[in-house]
């Protein structure tokens, strides 16, 4: 798919009309224009994260000694994997009356809801003597760490270093490229660059300030590698100021300018913001709100707010009244009605999610209303509407009826039957016609339900791992010798441990069952919550919602 490429042309069209060297008379200070905006400044009402300091003895870079320092956003609760961003030269990121102030920029774009709920890592530069130099830009293993162009700083940061800060800090990180960035400046932005480069399968996101792509130790030749390997699934911004360095080395704007044009070529998605500035990170944390917004602009994230005038709307008001003639089983020929919600303001021609509710026992029958509680009713509010444009799927089973015919309240798992039920069946046609009649994205079709509704998502996600994109299960159990089938779909679990009606060990054991099969479920016990753990799971605006929108079938 060809991505728009994001470089500004000015910088070009001054490049090809002035003179290499830009003169800049001695009382004038080209960084003078960049100063932090307000949200790089503490705002009262905003959550404040920590920030811890620590010492490190790397054995990949032995003999070496650094401080590293460890930011935890105030919304960080554990329940799902939280992404990830290092920092290099991470005393300068770190610090709140520098330029850059990166914790009060996450806190303020997290509460926001600008930003995923994201740790931060900033990693000072290895030294080998016996105290940190005063001068922390000045570590003597910094240019080795850095500059060398090998995946030598890549291993350390996630082969060495996460590792311990996980068990330490008992984090819980996720292991997806596109929860992971990496930033620096100067050589620390060359050196983010090449640990994505080597391994983007381990950071996905690339952020440079005043990147060396310059001969340090080899750096020159990055933008015609780009251009003769294959584009790596990686997203790219860089930033540089056309009165940057200028020296044997080599030009670092000119250099950067490269980086930018073989990007381009090679239609990676990337940035390049281009100012006046000198080699400093004044331009790079003016920009630095904008800058994560663009990393992250995809990646959907809560944050919502009732807003104080909202009126609340009736979902049988949202969700319009649809019907299928069944064709096979008990029901053959029979007519079933279910709802259909569809995105906000579809625009024409572009494709949305679609979202598979299933119910629980309270609300089965044939009125064509009840199964719209709980998500289907908070999914129809204007707030979560505009947030998550979706199609939203609600059928209902019919009365006496199950998802699926078994034992819910047994201790531990159950056997599926051989075939699905004729309610699930009827379910599959509803979903093909809907897939067949509206503008659906078939890479994100998830799939989710409440208690009895649990019970058949999991059936249903074992039976057609190849549709969803995500499977969310709350308070449901599952045929335990079958779940490894979802070992490759993204898949959330909640349950309530004081819950009496289908015990929470029946999702335990699903979820043991299927991470011994290789499976990597997001699994949320919730403390002294009874059976219904679907309205805390549901309503967290950080949680399972947002989750489940962020996942693509790959």
């Given at each position: 798919?060809?991505r728009?490429?994001?470089?500004?042309?000015?910088?070009?069209?001054?490049?090809?009309?002035?003179?290499?060297?830009?003169?800049?008379?001695?009382?004038?200070?080209?960084?003078?224009?960049?100063?932090?905006?307000?949200?790089?400044?503490?705002?009262?009402?905003?959550?404040?994260?920590?920030?811890?300091?620590?010492?490190?003895?790397?054995?990949?870079?032995?003999?070496?000694?650094?401080?590293?320092?460890?930011?935890?956003?105030?919304?960080?609760?554990?329940?799902?994997?939280?992404?990830?961003?290092?920092?290099?030269?991470?005393?300068?990121?770190?610090?709140?009356?520098?330029?850059?102030?990166?914790?009060?920029?996450?806190?303020?774009?997290?509460?926001?809801?600008?930003?995923?709920?994201?740790?931060?890592?900033?990693?000072?530069?290895?030294?080998?003597?016996?105290?940190?130099?005063?001068?922390?830009?000045r570590?003597?293993?910094?240019?080795f760490?850095?500059?060398?162009?090998?995946?030598?700083?890549?291993r350390?940061?996630?082969?060495?270093?996460?590792?311990?800060?996980?068990v330490?800090?008992?984090?819980?990180?996720?292991?997806?490229?596109?929860?992971?960035?990496?930033?620096?400046?100067?050589?620390?932005?060359?050196?983010?660059?090449?640990?994505?480069w080597?391994?983007?399968?381990?950071?996905?996101?690339?952020?440079?300030?005043?990147?060396?792509?310059?001969?340090?130790?080899?750096?020159?030749?990055?933008?015609?590698?780009?251009?003769?390997?294959?584009?790596?699934?990686?997203?790219v911004?860089?930033?540089?100021?056309?009165?940057?360095?200028?020296?044997?080395?080599?030009?670092?704007?000119?250099?950067?300018?490269?980086?930018?044009?073989?990007?381009?070529?090679?239609?990676?998605?990337?940035?390049?913001?281009?100012g006046?500035?000198?080699?400093?990170?004044?331009?790079?944390?003016?920009?630095?709100?904008?800058?994560?917004?663009w990393?992250?602009?995809?990646?959907?994230?809560?944050?919502?707010?009732?807003?104080?005038?909202?009126?609340?709307?009736?979902?049988?008001?949202?969700?319009?009244?649809?019907?299928?003639k069944?064709?096979?089983?008990?029901?053959?020929?029979?007519?079933?009605?279910?709802?259909?919600?569809?995105?906000?303001?579809a625009?024409?021609?572009?494709?949305?999610?679609?979202?598979?509710?299933l119910?629980?026992?309270?609300?089965?029958?044939?009125?064509?209303?009840?199964?719209?509680?709980?998500?289907?009713?908070?999914?129809?509010?204007?707030?979560?509407?505009?947030r998550?444009?979706?199609?939203?799927?609600?059928?209902?089973?019919?009365?006496?009826?199950?998802?699926?015919?078994?034992?819910?309240?047994?201790?531990?798992?159950?056997?599926?039957?051989?075939?699905?039920?004729?309610?699930?069946?009827?379910?599959?046609?509803?979903?093909?016609?809907?897939?067949?009649?509206?503008?659906?994205?078939?890479?994100?079709?998830?799939?989710?339900?409440?208690?009895?509704?649990?019970?058949?998502?999991?059936?249903?996600?074992v039976?057609?791992?190849?549709?969803?994109?995500?499977?969310?299960?709350?308070?449901?159990?599952?045929?335990?010798?079958?779940?490894?089938?979802?070992r490759?779909?993204p898949?959330?679990?909640?349950?309530?441990?004081?819950?009496?009606?289908?015990?929470?060990?029946?999702?335990?054991?699903?979820?043991?069952?299927?991470?011994?099969?290789?499976?990597?479920?997001?699994?949320?016990?919730?403390?002294?919550?009874?059976?219904?753990?679907?309205?805390p799971?549901?309503?967290?605006?950080?949680?399972?919602?947002?989750?489940?929108?962020?996942?693509?079938?790959?």
């Amino acid at each position: 798919m060809h991505r728009r490429p994001f470089l500004d042309p000015v910088p070009l069209l001054l490049a090809t009309m002035m003179p290499l060297s830009i003169s800049v008379g001695a009382d004038e200070d080209p960084d003078a224009i960049y100063t932090p905006g307000r949200e790089s400044q503490r705002q009262a009402d905003v959550p404040r994260g920590e920030v811890t300091q620590h010492v490190w003895n790397s054995t990949v870079f032995e003999g070496t000694t650094r401080e590293y320092y460890v930011y935890v956003p105030e919304q960080y609760d554990g329940t799902q994997p939280a992404c990830v961003m290092v920092f290099q030269d991470g005393h300068s990121y770190v610090s709140e009356d520098g330029s850059v102030r990166a914790p009060v920029v996450f806190d303020n774009l997290i509460h926001a809801g600008d930003l995923p709920v994201t740790i931060g890592v900033f990693i000072n530069p290895g030294h080998k003597g016996d105290e940190q130099p005063k001068n922390r830009w000045r570590a003597d293993n910094r240019s080795f760490e850095y500059d060398t162009l090998s995946d030598q700083y890549a291993r350390f940061v996630t082969e060495e270093l996460l590792p311990h800060i996980v068990v330490d800090q008992n984090l819980n990180l996720s292991p997806n490229p596109a929860d992971r960035a990496i930033c620096g400046a100067s050589s620390g932005g060359i050196c983010a660059f090449t640990a994505a480069w080597t391994h983007p399968e381990w950071f996905g996101k690339v952020l440079s300030h005043i990147g060396s792509f310059t001969n340090i130790r080899g750096g020159h030749a990055y933008p015609a590698l780009i251009r003769k390997t294959e584009r790596k699934p990686i997203r790219v911004f860089l930033q540089d100021g056309e009165n940057d360095l200028d020296n044997e080395h080599g030009n670092w704007w000119l250099a950067n300018l490269e980086m930018a044009a073989a990007l381009k070529f090679m239609d990676y998605d990337y940035k390049f913001v281009a100012g006046k500035g000198r080699h400093s990170q004044k331009h790079g944390g003016a920009v630095l709100p904008d800058s994560l917004r663009w990393l992250w602009r995809d990646h959907t994230t809560g944050g919502l707010k009732r807003p104080a005038d909202e009126v609340a709307v009736a979902s049988t008001d949202a969700f319009a009244d649809r019907t299928l003639k069944f064709t096979g089983g008990q029901y053959n020929d029979e007519t079933f009605h279910y709802r259909l919600m569809p995105p906000l303001n579809a625009e024409e021609g572009k494709q949305y999610p679609l979202v598979l509710f299933l119910h629980g026992a309270g609300e089965r029958g044939t009125d064509n209303a009840l199964q719209l509680l709980y998500l289907p009713e908070q999914m129809a509010q204007p707030r979560w509407r505009e947030r998550f444009p979706c199609y939203i799927v609600a059928p209902q089973c019919r009365a006496n009826q199950r998802w699926v015919e078994v034992d819910w309240g047994l201790p531990e798992t159950h056997n599926a039957p051989t075939e699905p039920s004729d309610q699930i069946k009827v379910v599959l046609q509803i979903l093909e016609t809907t897939l067949a009649e509206e503008s659906i994205d078939r890479n994100r079709i998830y799939l989710t339900g409440l208690s009895m509704g649990g019970v058949g998502s999991w059936d249903l996600g074992v039976r057609r791992p190849d549709l969803f994109a995500a499977v969310a299960t709350i308070c449901g159990g599952a045929d335990n010798s079958t779940v490894t089938a979802l070992r490759d779909v993204p898949m959330w679990v909640a349950h309530g441990d004081a819950d009496t009606a289908v015990p929470v060990r029946r999702s335990r054991l699903a979820v043991d069952a299927l991470r011994k099969g290789g499976g990597n479920a997001v699994y949320v016990e919730l403390p002294g919550v009874g059976h219904n753990s679907w309205t805390p799971s549901y309503s967290d605006n950080d949680g399972l919602v947002p989750w489940m929108f962020r996942q693509v079938k790959r």
